[in-house]
């Protein structure tokens, strides 16, 4: 049951990370793309914009999908951490601790997914 649990948080978090760098990647699930996204950062002091996109993007991208996978799993939950910090200091830190007022709520629980996953590690049904 315990490699069942792991599984689970492993591919639904994994999946929506990976999507979320699909949408500043390549605009995808109603993102803005790399042009978009980079606009945005650029407007909140993130420069380059289109850069930072990117980086974020496949931060997300690729450490959502090792994540789910169950493949270097401490680097894509490295990938994972690494990005929601960064969303912390740039963006939701400054809004308080509730999600519904844009705070770091969210990100904190998604950090403490990626390092108990890490820490503990990916359990028995990995990808290879």
């Known amino acids: 049951m315990v490699n069942a649990g792991l599984l689970i948080i492993r591919i639904i978090v994994g999946l929506i990370f990976a999507g979320h760098g699909t949408q500043k990647l390549f605009g995808w699930f109603g993102g803005h793309g790399l042009k978009g996204t980079g606009g ?54 400054r809004n308080g601790f509730w999600v519904t007022s844009g705070g770091i709520e969210y990100n904190l629980i998604l950090i403490a997914v990626a390092l108990g996953i890490a820490l503990i590690g990916p359990g028995a049904y990995v990808l290879f």
């Open 40 to 93: 945005w950062l650029d407007s909140i002091g993130m420069k380059p914009g289109m850069l930072m996109a990117f980086l974020a993007g496949i931060g997300e991208l690729i450490g959502g999908l090792l994540f789910a996978a169950g493949v270097w799993t401490p680097v894509g939950a490295a990938l994972i951490i690494i990005t929601m910090l960064v969303a912390i200091l740039k963006v939701h830190g």
